[in-house]
């Protein structure tokens, strides 16, 4: 069974100039910066550091695992924190 989505994946470029680009988050780098992939043309979108959408450039993939290394860091202290004041609660 042949569709016309089949068509549409040969054009994509020309399909996101005509209809725009479908993207999707396909990271949550931060509790605020994310990546998105346009799911037509697989373009790849980032926030930066002005809360804009601008293109995935390599720089901006470099600076997003940074974020992401950082915010990671930052939730897992949090997460022991918070277990270590629980398991002073228990003790008191
Ligand atoms: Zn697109």
Redesign the pocket.
């Known amino acids: 069974m042949k569709t016309t989505s089949n068509k549409v994946a040969l054009i994509?470029?020309m399909?996101?100039t005509l209809f725009?680009?479908?993207?999707q988050v396909s990271k949550n780098v931060t509790s605020h910066v994310r990546e998105y992939t346009?799911?037509?043309?697989?373009?790849e979108l980032t926030t930066n550091s002005n809360g804009n959408l601008t293109e995935l450039t390599p720089t901006f993939r470099e600076i997003n695992a940074i974020l992401e290394r950082v915010y990671n860091s930052k939730t897992e202290r949090l997460k022991e924190k918070a277990i270590n004041s629980s398991s002073i609660y228990q003790h008191v």
């Open positions: 994509p470029k399909y996101c725009g680009h479908d993207y346009c799911k037509t043309c697989k373009k």
